[in-house]
């Protein structure tokens, strides 16, 4: 059963200003993603902007923001091959056992300067 739905779109060019601010980044981004992003390149805006806005569904889906948590608790992970997952530590991972969920599903896409994301939050 669905119990959260949420999506967010960013604006790309809105995080040039970050590539170059490293406590800018630390403060948003677990060091996974941030070294993820890099080894991307060229891609490094698209893959922070998609980030954030996944964390900005996340937030929705759950129906509290980011109350009680950091940004930095709900990591995307890229899987080869498969779709990205959101890894929750600490408190954002405390809230979605609160919430009862047992399941997230994530999708992530940028198109020009737009990056989406949409998160679905499932009940056993």
């Known amino acids: 059963m669905i119990v959260g739905f949420g999506i967010d779109a960013v604006f790309i060019p809105r995080f040039e200003k970050w ?8 403060r948003f981004f677990h060091p996974d993603e941030i070294r993820a992003c890099r080894e991307r390149g060229e891609g490094m805006l698209d893959s922070l902007a998609a980030r954030f ?17 950091c940004l930095k608790d709900i990591v995307v992970k890229n899987r080869v091959g498969r779709a990205p997952v ?5 408190n954002a ?5 609160e919430k009862g969920v047992a399941k997230i599903q ?5 198109e020009r300067d737009m990056a989406f994301a949409a998160v679905i939050l499932e009940s056993i």
């Open 53 to 69: 806005a996944a964390k900005e569904a996340f937030g929705k889906a759950l129906g509290t923001g980011f109350s009680g948590f």
């Open 106 to 110: 994530l999708s992530l896409t940028h």
């Open 93 to 97: 991972l405390n809230a979605i056992r």
């Open 19 to 26: 590539t170059g601010n490293q406590k800018l980044l630390e």
């Open 86 to 90: 959101l890894e929750l530590y600490e």
